[in-house]
């Protein structure tokens, strides 16, 4: 019975490995982020983005975070290009998903400037920009919109497999996710603007788990 039951189990490939990374991506990553959100003093989810948390005393947690969480997304990338390797979307779709992981990396290395009164102690209002605060804007909005993208390439992928459910779920969280970006770059540090965000964070990383535990199955 035994060498019956390890004959029949199925192991884990190197692409079905990679893919669990995606999958397991997202809850780190928001797990770790509320954690602080709701701990660390002064910290209000309404009004402060998480990348703020790469600030003060603590700020080496949620650096680590975006390191681990980029590493993870990175190698959910290389885990799509085997799982799409024949069809559409076969080469966009890890490349967008490899450019977002990367701009991660880019977010911990060029942490947000302190703003709005956060970390504790920091004056109210916008603050100073220096060239790291620039750096992070510009890192981020170029991996949220190739984040977004994916979404709209992978879509495409599954529409022409015939998985329509799929499909419209893909598009409508690229959709979801995109609008929010605009919005909290637009809207000037208001509190819909940041929570409309963080619905759109979560739908990604949802997202994101659940596309890639899909096509583990087929990897």
Same mark, same amino acid.
């Given at each position: 019975?035994?060498?019956?039951?390890? !004959?029949?189990?199925?192991?884990?490939?190197?692409?079905?490995?990679?893919?669990?990374?995606?999958?397991?991506a997202g809850?780190?990553?928001?797990?770790?982020?509320?954690?602080?959100?709701?701990?660390?003093?002064?910290? =209000? +989810?309404?009004r402060?983005?998480w !990348?703020?948390?790469?600030?003060? =005393?603590?700020?080496?947690?949620?650096?680590?975070?975006?390191?681990?969480? $980029?590493?993870?997304?990175?190698?959910?990338? $290389?885990? +799509?290009?085997?799982a799409?390797?024949?069809? %559409?979307?076969?080469? @966009?779709a890890?490349? +967008?998903?490899?450019?977002?992981?990367a !701009?991660?990396? *880019?977010?911990?290395l060029?942490?947000? =400037?302190p703003?709005? *009164?956060?970390?504790?102690?920091?004056p109210?209002?916008?603050?100073?920009?220096?060239l790291?605060?620039?750096?992070?804007? $510009?890192?981020?909005?170029?991996?949220?919109?190739?984040?977004?993208?994916?979404?709209?390439?992978?879509?495409? %992928?599954?529409?022409?497999?015939?998985?329509?459910?799929?499909?419209?779920?893909?598009r409508?969280?690229?959709?979801?996710?995109?609008?929010?970006?605009?919005?909290?770059?637009?809207?000037?540090?208001?509190?819909?603007?940041?929570? $409309?965000?963080?619905?759109?964070?979560?739908?990604?990383?949802? @997202?994101?788990?659940?596309? !890639?535990?899909?096509?583990? %199955?087929?990897?």
């Open positions: 019975m035994t060498h019956l039951a390890h !004959s029949s189990a199925r192991p884990l490939s190197r692409p079905r490995l990679l893919l669990a990374c995606g999958v397991m809850p780190m990553y928001v797990t770790v982020a509320l954690a602080q959100a709701f701990t660390r003093e002064g910290f =209000d +989810l309404a402060h983005p !990348s703020f948390l790469a600030n003060g =005393d603590l700020g080496w947690i949620q650096t680590l975070n975006f390191v681990l969480t $980029a590493l993870a997304v990175i190698a959910a990338a $290389a885990g +799509l290009r085997h799409l390797a024949r069809g %559409r979307g076969g080469r @966009w890890p490349i +967008l998903v490899g450019t977002f992981g !701009s991660m990396i *880019g977010a911990a060029f942490p947000a =400037d703003a709005m *009164g956060f970390p504790a102690g920091t109210e209002g916008p603050g100073a920009i220096t790291s605060g620039m750096l992070h804007l $510009a890192v981020g909005g170029v991996g949220f919109l190739c984040a977004s993208a994916a979404c709209y390439v992978i879509a495409s %992928r599954y529409a022409r497999d015939g998985r329509k459910g799929w499909a419209w779920y893909s409508a969280t690229g959709t979801l996710f995109l609008g929010s970006f605009v919005g909290i770059a637009s809207g000037g540090g208001v509190a819909w603007a940041n929570l $409309a965000f963080i619905a759109g964070i979560l739908a990604l990383w949802t @997202w994101m788990s659940l596309m !890639s535990l899909n096509l583990s %199955r087929s990897a």
